[in-house]
Each structure stands twice: as structure tokens, then as C-alpha cells.
């Protein structure tokens, strides 16, 4: 059975920053998708940033382009999200997600990810 745990989430204050971190288990695929998506209140969820994990692609999202970084330590089975320079806008609801995949496909809508973690909350004050 996949579990995918994550941790890292918190208060700060405009400007400061946060590392989320996601580690997998019970998942062997050799090559996947792993990212992570966010939810506000009355929002759909959205993608933030993913990783394809054969390729090592990236994808991030238009707002936290250069401003995030998704990384991978696969002796780990771990994803990482750096956030710096965080915006009162980047709060909400962080889930990691997962999903198989060969290494030329970069899905970026929740629909299409079947694993999810249960969510840190990441809230930034101004």
C-alpha cells in the first residue's frame, strides 16, 4: 500500500521561507510523477510543482516560478519543495502527490494523480 507523508509546513511572515518535504512508501515504480499541489479556501487545487522522476523534467506553476524549487533524493524516496520570498497568497493547504509515469509525461491537474498525501499547512502573514 502507498503512503506518502509529508512534513514542513508552518507559519512565516512575508518574505520567509519553508522546505516541504514528501517520503514515499510501498511505492516502486522506477520512474513516476511526484509534485505537489495546493488548495484555498474556496479554490480548486492547483499544481505547484512536480517532478518527473525518470526524466527529472519539472514543471512549476506561472506565480512560484523562481521562487520554488522541487527536488528529489530517490535513495530516499523523498520530494522536496523549497519556498522562498513566500507570499500572503502562497497560503493554503500543500499535498504531495504521485503518480506512475514514463519519462516523457508531465500531467499537471489533480484528476490524473492517484496517490496523495493528507496535507501540511503552509500559511504566510504579511
Known amino acids: 500500500q502507498v503512503h506518502l507523508v509529508e512534513s514542513g509546513g508552518g507559519s512565516v511572515q512575508a518574505g520567509g521561507s519553508l522546505r516541504l518535504s514528501c517520503t514515499a512508501s510501498?511505492?516502486?515504480?522506477?520512474?513516476?510523477?511526484m509534485g505537489w499541489f495546493r488548495q484555498a479556501p474556496g479554490k480548486e487545487r492547483e499544481g505547484v510543482a512536480i517532478i518527473n522522476t525518470g526524466s527529472l523534467s519539472t514543471y512549476y506553476a506561472y506565480s512560484v516560478k523562481g521562487r520554488f524549487t522541487i527536488s528529489l533524493d530517490n535513495a530516499k524516496n523523498t520530494v522536496y519543495l523549497q519556498m522562498n520570498s513566500l507570499k500572503p497568497e502562497d497560503t493554503a493547504m500543500y499535498y504531495c502527490?504521485?503518480?506512475?509515469?514514463?519519462?516523457?509525461?508531465?500531467?499537471?491537474?489533480?484528476?490524473?494523480?492517484?496517490?496523495w498525501g493528507q496535507g501540511t499547512q503552509v500559511t504566510v502573514s504579511s
Open positions: 502527490a504521485a503518480r506512475p509515469s514514463s519519462k516523457l509525461i508531465m500531467l499537471t491537474t489533480a484528476e490524473h494523480y492517484n496517490y
Open positions: 510501498g511505492y516502486t515504480y522506477s520512474s513516476s510523477l
